[in-house]
């Protein structure tokens, strides 16, 4: 019982860990902060930003851990997921202009040499942990 705990523990943690430098790496690759700043010329406010971000993470991850919702009416969940729908668009458009995200970490990580590694590392990590959510946790 002890050992599946601390596997449990180990597995969230790593995730969580994963999934925050992918997303601190993301945005600082893509320099979203920096440029909303000059786009709407208010770089005094940039902590504001930055703070807002954090905090809005943090909010977040607490209400999805906590199974927080709002119960609102699809007048409100379709633009809401419209909106959404956009922004992960201009991500993922954002996203291939900045195609050299992985050549970057790997330098920054110390694996110059192993791109490729890192690459398959990333995708397996993926597949695994994909399967480990349907086998385990979606009830059919």
């Given at each position: 019982?002890?050992?599946?705990?601390v596997?449990?523990?180990?597995?969230?943690?790593?995730?969580?860990?994963?999934v925050?430098?992918?997303?601190?790496?993301?945005?600082?690759?893509?320099?979203v902060i920096?440029r909303?700043?000059q786009?709407t010329?208010?770089?005094e406010?940039?902590?504001?930003?930055?703070?807002?971000?954090v905090?809005s993470?943090?909010?977040?991850?607490?209400?999805?851990?906590?199974n927080?919702s709002?119960?609102?009416g699809?007048?409100?969940l379709?633009?809401?997921?419209?909106a959404?729908?956009?922004f992960?668009?201009m991500?993922?458009?954002?996203?291939t202009?900045?195609?050299?995200?992985?050549?970057?970490?790997?330098?920054r990580?110390?694996?110059?040499?192993?791109l490729i590694?890192?690459l398959?590392?990333?995708?397996?990590?993926?597949?695994?942990?994909s399967?480990f959510q349907?086998?385990?946790?979606?009830?059919?």
């Open positions: 019982m002890i050992i599946k705990t596997a449990v523990i180990f597995t969230g943690l790593s995730g969580g860990i994963a925050g430098i992918g997303f601190v790496a993301f945005l600082t690759v893509l320099g920096p909303l700043t786009l010329k208010t770089g406010y940039i902590h504001s930003y930055e703070w807002a971000v905090i993470v943090v909010l977040a991850s607490f209400a999805d851990l906590n927080y709002i119960p609102v699809a007048a409100i379709i633009p809401i997921g419209f959404s729908g956009i992960i668009g991500l993922a458009a954002a996203l202009e900045v195609l050299n995200v992985l050549p970057i970490l790997s330098k990580i110390g694996m110059e040499g192993m590694s890192l398959m590392a990333l995708v397996m990590g993926k597949l695994v942990g399967l349907w086998l385990i946790f979606v009830n059919y």
